[in-house]
């Protein structure tokens, strides 16, 4: 067990775990961030993507003690009171059936877009393929993507 | 129904916070599903289990449009299992519409009716002077209005009305509108909604090792994962070890120290086993057949052409993305279950049996579930989680990781079916007969189903291998491959007829209209007109730069047909395109529909090209969704999908969008290369070697 101080959310959070816990599992047994899923524990999905430092991460294969000073971000935290750009796209456009993968699929877009923020739909397309919706919601995350690109300033 | 009395208060876990209404002090419930307060909150029990079929939006959406409410002051809140205020709060058989349109119905037009009446005696008039809109009661001759909360104390001491007219469809204000999910808000903000994300005061976390199909335990040493951090206990109980402990990840690495030895315990089976089993069983004689018109061994032996195919499908994982998990605590005064179940009221009664409890001291809220897909019909995992917490006297949350859900579970049977057509020398279909055989299966077809009735000599018969491999309802159960294969088969003899498909299928209908033999089982007008409908839609023969493949299919009450379109680049076929044509009966909520036809489409396509569970010796060789594929959005064609006008009312959508996706695009693959696909998952397929499918 050892002490970590972590980032999340702009909010610093003290825990006492073992080392190679996987960030995933902090959030959610330790910290009560239950919006960032499980999915795979192998890094196939993408159910657990969240932020570190702005880049999308599978937080289901990063150990605790990999994170150091790092700022994380996770759903939780994309914005106050869902008003992203690609929350209200996602609402908007009614994408999620069962749910379940959206935060993850969100977290990969939101990353994705402050990287490139007038994608192509074959590119749009390259950075959500790593994201599983078994429910085949694909071609209302692509739009939502792209009307996210829209609205951001 | 009687009116009056609060409505129960809804009761979710200090984690699960529930969207609640902002102000509903006062409410008075008018009946089972709605409630109205005073300051003119109008509150909707949505019974039936949510797995992504969106139910949860749909059916409070029938109330509201009965009742004439304002969507806007509508809260939808999930019930929890409640056999005295509900019944069939099940996800099963694409059936909930089918089941509860009336109920709903009439939840919303009664209350409307009451609210009427309490405003004519306010205001002391005749109700049939009266009119609704909007949530409102008007009197428009003096103007007057009042909405439904100033109404709603005095309503609901009113006797509810025995009898009701329900609204025509013209004048459906939600029905068949695009109505955002209810849970978006929550969704897209990660708010707890799922049983995974139950987490309670003392809550333990177990995992369980299950043995292999067909094996017991021979032996087991659990001292080394007892002896890690964080580890609460060991527990073997039913050939099974659970490792339960305090979080999530010491769990999970105690469990790898567990040696397990397995010995056999019955058949220990193969799929190799399975393949050959499943071929002896294709030519077994004497089975008792489901359905028998004319004679068809008399026509084989005279017909022009006889055409024989088989097809073959491997088991599936239901891969729902929340892998199976569920909370339960066993006190001494009752048994609280939370979490994911398709059939609640069998999870409940399934505990109560297991545990010898009283079912009134049982109570299970029902989570929102990521994906259900069938599997979640079965209680092993919830029986487990009350099992569990039952001998460590403490509350516990069992949790399957991917692994555990792709090896130790339930899994869409593998089956193989054999067709033959004889047709004549004029190419005209004198004869059928069909036989499907699966590993715990139950009855693998459907012997009414078309060309029942169009065809003249028909025998259809299936046979069950009964397996030690665990099975369950998979979307669609049968006809998630059925429908691939009798589609398939029905292309290759309007090939050999030399007959457009269409042209073809739209022929022997009309002969089962016009002259059926035997039973008809299946609307034929309704079949028809989706067939044209998709015909028009695709362009049907008239697209010059797509190979298009058709299929039509009929389940769940729904008819559903498809044009797959594959264009060739570089030398090689790409699926392009989808088109649907959908008859469900009315639409209710366009953006769920949309979703689902959509979705289903995708699913069969994905499972059709991918998908595949085999074994070796009892344990499945894939493991996650690094073996495990499912379709991801590169590998998705566009999808265009037509609804049907009309004013039937709503028959199932979950599933029937997904057994003719695959058969459509097979039969496309087969006019742009020649080549036909027999079995899945096609990319194993010589044939589909190349290509954007692989």
């Known amino acids: 067990m050892a002490n970590y101080t972590l980032h999340i959310n702009n909010k610093n959070y003290r825990v006492e775990v073992e080392e190679d816990t996987p960030l995933l599992w902090v959030l959610r047994d330790n910290l009560g961030l239950v919006g960032t899923k499980y999915g795979c524990g192998i890094a196939q999905c993408g159910a657990c993507t969240v932020h570190l430092n702005g880049t999308a991460v599978r937080s289901c294969v990063l150990p605790v003690s990999a994170i150091g000073a790092k700022k994380i971000t996770t759903i939780e935290g994309l914005s106050a009171n869902g008003e992203h750009p690609v929350q209200k796209a996602w609402s908007e456009l009614d994408v999620p059936q069962c749910g379940y993968c959206q935060a993850g699929q969100m977290m990969t877009a939101s990353a994705f877009l402050s990287k490139n923020p007038k994608p192509s739909s074959e590119q749009i397309e390259e950075a959500m393929n790593g994201n599983i919706c078994r429910c085949g919601t694909y071609h209302r995350i692509r739009e939502a993507v792209a009307l996210a690109a829209t609205k951001r300033k | 129904m009687a009116g009056g009395g609060l409505l129960l208060s809804f009761r979710w876990t200090n984690a699960l916070a529930a969207p609640l209404p902002e102000s509903a002090a006062g409410e008075v419930s008018f009946n089972s599903y709605l409630s109205i307060s005073p300051d003119n909150v109008i509150t909707i029990l949505s019974p039936n289990p949510e797995v992504g079929q969106n139910i949860k939006t749909s059916f409070p959406m029938i109330v509201a449009e009965e009742l004439d409410a304002d969507w806007k002051n509508v809260k939808v809140v999930q019930a929890n299992l409640d056999t005295q205020k509900f019944n069939r709060q099940a996800t099963a058989g694409s059936g909930a519409m089918q089941h509860s349109w009336d109920r709903l119905r009439k939840a919303g037009a009664t209350a409307r009716l009451m609210l009427m009446e309490a405003a004519a005696k306010r205001w002391n008039v005749s109700s049939a002077t009266l009119t609704t809109e909007n949530g409102f009661v008007w009197h428009k001759e003096s103007g007057r209005k009042l909405n439904y909360g100033a109404l709603a104390t005095e309503a609901a001491t009113l006797p509810v009305p025995t009898e009701v007219k329900f609204k025509a469809k013209k004048d459906y204000k939600l029905i068949g509108k695009p109505i955002h999910n209810v849970d978006n808000a929550e969704m897209i903000t990660g708010k707890p909604l799922y049983g995974l994300d139950v987490y309670r005061e003392g809550m333990l976390l177990a995992m369980i090792e299950r043995p292999p199909f067909g094996t017991k335990i021979k032996s087991a040493d659990v001292a080394a994962a007892k002896a890690m951090p964080g580890i ?463």
């Open chain 2, 232 to 694: 609460v206990d060991v527990v073997i109980f039913k050939d099974k070890v659970a490792v339960v402990g305090k979080s999530t990840w010491q769990v999970t690495k105690a469990r790898k120290l567990l040696k397990v030895e397995y010995e056999p315990d019955g058949a220990v089976e193969s799929t190799t086993d399975h393949d050959r089993l499943m071929k002896q069983l294709l030519d077994k004689q004497d089975v008792k057949p489901s359905r028998k018109d004319g004679d068809v061994e008399a026509v084989f032996k005279t017909a022009a052409k006889l055409i024989t195919r088989e097809y073959q499908a491997p088991f599936l994982s239901h891969a729902c993305m929340e892998p199976m998990n569920f909370f339960a605590h066993v006190r001494s005064d009752g048994v609280e279950l939370i979490g994911p179940a398709q059939l609640p009221e069998d999870t409940r009664k399934n505990v109560a049996k297991l545990l010898g409890v009283d079912i009134e001291k049982i109570t299970l809220e029902m989570t929102r579930m990521g994906g259900g897909f069938g599997r979640r019909q079965r209680s092993d995992y919830s029986m487990e989680a009350a099992e569990l917490s039952s001998l460590l006297k403490a509350p516990i949350k069992v949790m399957w990781t991917r692994e555990d859900d792709m090896r130790g579970g339930q899994y869409r049977p593998a089956m193989i079916y054999r067709f033959q057509a004889a047709l004549d020398a004029d190419g005209n279909w004198i004869g059928y007969r069909m036989r499907g055989v699966g590993v715990n299966s139950g009855n693998s077809t459907r012997p009414d189903h078309f060309p029942a009735g169009a065809v003249p000599n028909f025998l259809v018969d299936s046979i069950d291998h009964k397996s030690p491999i665990t099975t369950s309802p998979w979307r669609a159960p049968s006809e998630n491959f059925l429908g691939f294969a009798e589609q398939s088969f029905f292309d290759e003899i309007a090939t050999a007829a030399n007959r457009d498909p269409i042209e073809y299928r739209l022929a022997y209908l009309e002969k089962a209209k016009k002259s059926p033999v035997g039973a008809v089982k299946y609307d034929i007008d309704r079949m028809k007109g989706v067939i044209e409908l998709v015909a028009e839609k695709s362009g049907w023969g008239k697209n010059k730069k797509a190979f298009q493949g058709f299929s039509a299919y009929f389940s769940h009450g729904s008819y559903i047909a498809q044009v797959a379109e594959i264009e060739m680049q570089n030398g090689n076929p790409v699926l392009k395109k989808m088109v649907a044509a959908v008859d469900c009966g009315v639409v209710v909520n366009l953006s769920g529909a949309y979703q689902q036809v959509k979705g289903g489409i995708i699913d069969g396509l994905g499972h059709a090209l991918y998908g595949e569970v085999t074994l070796k010796d009892g344990v499945p060789d894939q493991k996650n969704f690094d073996t495990y594929r499912l379709i991801r959005m590169k590998e998705v064609p566009d999808v265009e999908v037509h609804f049907v006008e009309s004013t039937i009312n709503p028959t199932g959508l979950g599933e029937p969008a997904l057994p003719p996706a695959a058969a459509a695009l097979a039969n496309a693959f087969f006019k742009a290369t020649g080549k036909r696909l027999y079995n899945q998952p096609f990319t194993k397929e010589e044939a589909m070697k190349g290509g954007k499918f692989g």
